[in-house]
């Protein structure tokens, strides 16, 4: 008869069978060391099957349509609108008014300036002779050619198409009768019009807004989207408070209308000022391609392109301060229909809640990358959310609460902080009128399948035709994977002692596995190889600080190196990391490297000692006798099979891995430097172009080789090799943006599946020492791969 076992380390329970009394077992949620004990009496009872007992509690009766309407205690008090409140809404749409209207007349402008010149300034040519006259012609023919340049540059936004928008699901009143009756109380209690139609999709939010944009607003043509996610994640009473939010906007009149008008002409000012499209590049490239005595003229229409898109960012962020007052009041009132619907109390839940499903859901789509890398897609995207909000790390549950109590609400910003729209709410006092604490899923006929559907239409807008529902993976079974990759983690910290580094080589020797011919002589090795780690383990986190100090110095010569090569100015404000030049930059990269090298120095017999205790320990798991008496003993040996030889594999491609991370470091901070100045010169293009050149040829081969070893973890193609997992397909060397991206994901990703490698063997290994009597080492405090400890900076590092 199975018995039941507890772990001591993290109280799981799971069961064994009574043969299994006296052997070592590793706890399947920790992976801990259990050796199993025969039960107690008591226990046994326990474990053995009762009578079915009738549930203590009832089931809630299912919501129907009358229930959910009948759960609303009446009407609320409508929020009056101030007369200051009603003068900035006409002052703000006068103010984006007025933004076109310039830009109009800058494009009338330009037009009027260049066929003045064309027809005023032809003198030029009656006073000059010989060679002169070449000149005057450049000088007459430039503003011909860099006007009218600027001038379709400036036309161009006027047609653009409209901004791409996420697609989604609409839901019909006759399959889910509840939500929509529950919607038609929401807008009656509120007083707003209801929306023609409720679409879902898998956003952490809810929105209505006219149907048909500006065409709509004549009428009140509604449409509603709920963000799956806030259903899986809220009550019904906080998904009503949010609803009756949106709704609340539209029973300001006017105003709404007024409103949309200024968000949509700010939001098309956004998408001039700052989108870039295949024409600017078409000018930036043929600028850069011409002879500079042809080219100078382009590059004169890129300056006035450039000062015409900066008067708009001047014009922008005064709109947007002048509307933001309105903006923000417009939130407020909007808030308060929230308060006085689900309660004051309930709007302060709602807003910690809406941070913890907003983290969750990052959480959410870094979980997706690594899983659509494998060919996997979780098929319940909002269920994923919620699971994570759940569970999130205590460093981020304290970062919502400093969010929460600390944030402050910023000159351009067009909503209020979290802070000021509690203390607002709060001051309603208002137990709100709708209690309904039911889980707001439950106002969905069939929630699982709609959030299901809906997951599918977001792939499909994210991914279009490249995935299909074969990827597909239940909620389960992928966070089944992640809490075992974190288990994982979590045991590397432990086993290693946060002795190793993401390119420091593990010499753990071949990659080919077969049983010790002297098992007894391994087993000592492994246990004097555990005893020489314990006592070496603090010396080497001596000699791996001063390894770190001097990587993180490189890496900062490194960047400024990039930032020189660019002609990018430096902030001499950071005069611990500046660098007066680009030889002073690479005076201290050369001191970093030997500094590295010395610590390695002194690393190398420890590193053997850390080798030989791992290699010892999957060694002896070999032994079939060691294999059976750990749980599932013969799956961990086989999970070795895979796992060493990709160890091997990425450790004997390290310097290539390292120049790769090099140049990902590098090229990172020129991309920084594009994206902060809103486009890229010259120099930071050719700069980055000379970084690829360096190491184009190492992302092939790199990839060539790891394309000989299986990738060792699940993945929807199982012959997939290591090389087409970290690099599914090679970039035209042509392409400079391609190889960079392949620069990024090589390099990354193959640390990435080293670091996972490594975890699991840390995990494997720490079960055979129990096995053999020496229990897990315990964790120590969180740290990152490379400390980001406080240092003085050298000096001869040729400091400003």
Not at 462 to 479: I, M, P, Q, W, Y
Not at 752 to 780: D, K, M
Request: proline share 6%; hydrophobic share 40%.
């Amino acid at each position: 008869m199975p018995i039941q076992v507890v772990c001591p380390g993290c109280s799981a329970a799971f069961r064994a069978p009574e043969k299994a009394i006296g052997r070592q077992a590793a706890c399947p949620k920790c992976s801990s060391a259990i050796t199993i004990s025969a039960p107690t009496t008591s226990s046994r009872r326990a474990a053995s099957p009762g009578p079915a007992k009738s549930p203590q509690k009832k089931q809630r009766a299912r919501l129907t349509p009358e229930s959910v309407a009948a759960a609303i205690e009446g009407p609320i008090e409508p929020v009056r609108t101030t007369l200051t409140y009603r003068l900035g809404i006409l002052l703000s749409l006068a103010t984006m008014l007025l933004m076109p209207l310039v830009y109009a007349a800058l494009i009338a402008g330009a037009c009027y300036l260049v066929y003045l010149h064309a027809v005023t300034n032809t003198g030029i040519f009656e006073s000059v002779r010989g060679r002169a006259v070449m000149y005057a012609f450049l000088a007459y023919l430039a503003p011909l050619v860099a006007g009218p340049v600027m001038i379709l540059f400036m036309i161009k936004p006027l047609f653009a198409s409209p901004a791409r928008h996420q697609k989604t699901r609409s839901l019909r009143r006759e399959s889910e009768p509840v939500l929509f009756a529950f919607v038609d109380s929401i807008c009656e209690t509120v007083g707003s019009a209801r929306p023609k139609r409720i679409d879902i999709d898998c956003q952490v939010n809810a929105s209505a807004g006219f149907r048909k944009g500006v065409v709509s607003m004549l009428g009140n043509d509604l449409v509603l989207t709920i963000g799956m996610p806030l259903a899986a994640g809220l009550t019904a009473r906080q998904l009503g408070g949010v609803l009756a939010h949106e709704f609340g906007h539209f029973t300001q009149g006017a105003g709404m209308r007024l409103t949309y008008l200024v968000r949509s002409i700010s939001h098309w000012f956004v998408r001039v000022v700052y989108e870039r499209d295949s024409w600017d590049e078409w000018l930036a490239t043929t600028a850069s391609s011409l002879d500079i005595r042809l080219g100078w003229v382009l590059w004169l229409a890129m300056l006035a392109v450039w000062l015409t898109r900066k008067i708009l960012w001047v014009l922008l962020h005064l709109g947007t301060a002048v509307a933001g007052f309105t903006l923000r009041q417009m939130e407020f009132d909007a808030d308060r229909y929230e308060a006085r619907f689900a309660g004051s109390e309930t709007f302060a839940s709602t807003a910690r809640r809406l941070q913890e499903l907003n983290a969750g859901q990052q959480m959410a789509f870094a979980q997706l990358s690594a899983s659509h890398q494998e060919g996997r897609l979780v098929d319940d995207l909002p269920a994923l959310v919620t699971l994570n909000a759940s569970r999130l790390p205590q460093q981020t549950q304290t970062l919502i609460k400093q969010g929460l109590e600390k944030s402050e609400t910023g000159l351009f910003a067009t909503h209020p902080c979290d802070k000021d729209r509690i203390a607002s709410a709060m001051a309603e006092q208002s137990p709100g009128v709708f209690q309904l604490d039911a889980p707001a899923s439950e106002l969905f006929r069939d929630f699982a399948e709609q959030a299901k559907a809906a997951s599918w239409e977001f792939y499909r807008d994210v991914f279009g035709n490249r995935v299909d529902k074969s990827a597909l993976t239940s909620v389960d079974e992928l966070h089944a994977d992640h809490r075992q990759q974190e288990a994982a983690d979590h045991r590397l910290s432990g086993y290693f002692q946060q002795v190793i580094r993401a390119y420091r080589p593990t010499p753990i020797g071949s990659g080919f596995l077969t049983p010790p011919k002297e098992p007894k002589k391994v087993l000592a090795e492994l246990k004097a190889g555990r005893q020489a780690f314990e006592s070496g383990a603090e010396a080497a986190r001596d000699s791996l600080k001063k390894y770190d100090q001097a990587d993180s110095r490189l890496m900062e010569a490194l960047v400024y190196e990039a930032y020189h090569s660019a002609r990018i100015r430096v902030d001499k404000k950071s005069v611990e990391k500046c660098f007066h030049s680009r030889e002073a930059a690479k005076d201290t990269q050369q001191r970093c490297v030997r500094k590295m090298g010395a610590a390695n120095a002194e690393l190398a017999n420890f590193d053997q000692v850390v080798a030989k205790r791992l290699r010892s320990a999957v060694d002896l798991l070999q032994v079939d006798q060691v294999a059976g008496r750990l749980q599932d003993g013969r799956s961990l040996r086989s999970r070795t099979e895979k796992l060493v030889p990709a160890l091997v594999a990425i450790d004997g491609q390290m310097e290539t891995l390292r120049g790769l991370c090099h140049a990902n470091v590098m090229l990172g901070a020129l991309i920084h430097q594009m994206q902060s100045a809103g486009e890229a010169s010259e120099e930071m293009v050719a700069a980055a172009d000379r970084i690829v050149d360096r190491v184009r040829p190492k992302v092939s081969q790199l990839r060539e080789v790891l394309s000989r070893q299986s990738y060792p973890f699940k993945h929807k193609d199982p012959s997939v090799s290591l090389g087409a997992y970290v690099l599914p397909t090679p970039p035209n060397p042509r392409d400079l943006g391609g190889v960079i991206d392949a620069i990024s994901e090589v390099s990354e990703g193959t640390i990435t599946v080293r670091r996972r490698v490594l975890g699991e063997l840390a995990t494997i290994a720490e079960q055979v020492e129990s096995l053999v009597g020496c229990p897990p080492l315990p964790p120590l405090p969180d740290a990152d791969e490379r400390p980001n400890a406080e240092q003085q900076p050298d000096e001869n590092d040729s400091l400003q």
